[in-house]
């Protein structure tokens, strides 16, 4: 499995921790920033250094999320990593409501306009019950995997 970053506005916490618990219980190295910040680093250096050390970065997209200034950093660093690796693909969006879709191209068209040319993996009826949750979740560790079977 590809190890993973999860990127979300502190509104988005208890979602990014629940997502968090579930990845590592499937062997899922990831960085989660409450519970593995380097205490004492900078914050912005602690970011940097974390991003590039994963192989994915798990971009939880809402409204409480897309529009915080730590959570626009680590878009534009990943796609700025995603150009100078030669169009590799590090960002792996999740929605949890229809901002990314809607009124986020009114905010941040640009940044928008190239989340929303990606698959963006559907976690808006993950919080109505487990089995939901688990079925995202699926769907999510499938993109994960290292070596995924051709088409």
């Known amino acids: 499995m590809q ?10 916490e208890a979602f990014a921790r629940k997502l968090y618990e579930v990845l590592r219980q499937h062997g899922v190295v ?4 409450p519970e593995m910040a380097t205490l004492g ?13 994963h192989d994915r970065v798990i971009l939880i997209c809402s409204e409480a999320s897309l529009n915080r200034a730590g959570v626009l950093h680590e878009i534009q660093e990943t796609l700025d990593r995603e150009a100078r ?3 590799a693909t590090y960002l792996l969006p999740i929605m949890l409501d229809d901002y990314v879709l809607t009124a986020w191209k009114e905010v941040h068209p640009v940044l928008a306009e190239r989340i929303n040319r990606r698959v963006v993996g559907d ?3 993950a919080r109505e019950g487990e089995a939901e949750f688990n079925a995202s979740v699926a ?5 994960l995997k290292a070596v995924r079977p051709a088409i």
């Open 139 to 143: 769907r999510l560790l499938d993109a």
């Open 41 to 53: 680093e900078r914050i912005d250096t602690e970011i940097y250094s974390r991003l590039h050390q």
């Open 30 to 33: 990831t960085f989660f920033f």
């Open 85 to 87: 690796d030669g169009g």
């Open 3 to 12: 190890s993973t970053f999860i990127s979300y506005g502190s509104p988005d």
């Open 123 to 125: 976690f808006r009826r």
